[in-house]
């Protein structure tokens, strides 16, 4: 069965500086999709950034990038210049192709504190 | 345009009751998710439907069951409520299976 491991369950980070968030996970399909989730207190589920598997280059969006290792099942996510905003649970997901089904694992989460 | 809608927003239900939750997609989404969140924990898989059929079923009792109608929208009923049932639990719809956009949930607690 697919797993997904995060084992930082708190960290904090200075306004302005660079964080890093874990995520390992377990899985023997080939073909996948990881991604992490924010989920401020309002508690509304929100996409930060999505990777294929199948594609090596890693994925960025704006502030956000990851640092996909395949071969070693690792999925972090890096938040640049970090601002208030940013303080929320990030949950690590996984997902197997569409055509076999695809129910998502998440992690346990990782809640983000941002210091002004 | 609207995102995922679900209700109620709160619930609260005793012991050994049936709870009924809804869900919408946003508009052109064919599948339809839901997860249960439990405080502190990550979403666990429930059930997925697309185009009115189910595709997976999580690890769950058969107390839970679910339906998605013609116009995508879905149930997600829970019969003979336990304590443990409570939970916020989320609603996800998708275009394409793989890229998942959730509502802001359904908190119930069960007395």
């Known amino acids: 069965a697919q797993t997904v491991t995060q084992s930082q369950p708190e960290m904090s980070v200075q306004e302005a500086e660079t964080v890093t968030l874990s995520c390992t996970y377990d899985t023997s399909e080939s073909d996948y999709y990881l991604f992490w989730y924010k989920q401020p207190p309002s508690r509304q589920m929100i996409l930060v950034i999505r990777?294929?598997?199948?594609?090596?280059q890693n994925a960025t969006e704006n502030r956000f990038s990851v640092n996909f290792q395949k071969a070693a099942k690792s999925f972090s996510l890096k938040i640049s210049d970090s601002q208030l905003g940013d303080a929320a649970m990030y949950f690590c997901a996984y997902t197997g192709s569409p055509t076999t089904g695809n129910q998502f694992y998440f992690g346990t989460g990782t809640s983000l504190t941002v210091i002004p | 345009d609207a995102g995922v809608t679900q209700s109620p927003t709160h619930l609260i239900k005793t012991r050994g009751q049936q709870v009924t939750l809804r869900c919408s997609p946003i508009s052109g989404h064919k599948s339809v998710s839901w997860y249960q969140q439990v405080l502190g924990q990550g979403p666990q898989f429930i059930f997925q439907?697309?185009?009115?059929?189910?595709?997976g079923r999580g690890n769950f009792p058969d107390r839970f069951s679910a339906r998605q109608f013609p116009n995508y929208s879905s149930e997600l009923n829970v019969n003979a409520l336990l304590l443990g049932d409570s939970a916020l639990y989320l609603c996800a719809s998708s275009f394409n299976l793989f890229e998942q956009y959730f509502g802001p949930g359904t908190r119930l607690t069960v007395t």
């Open positions: 990777q294929e598997a199948y594609k090596q």
């Open positions: 439907y697309y185009e009115k059929e189910e595709r």
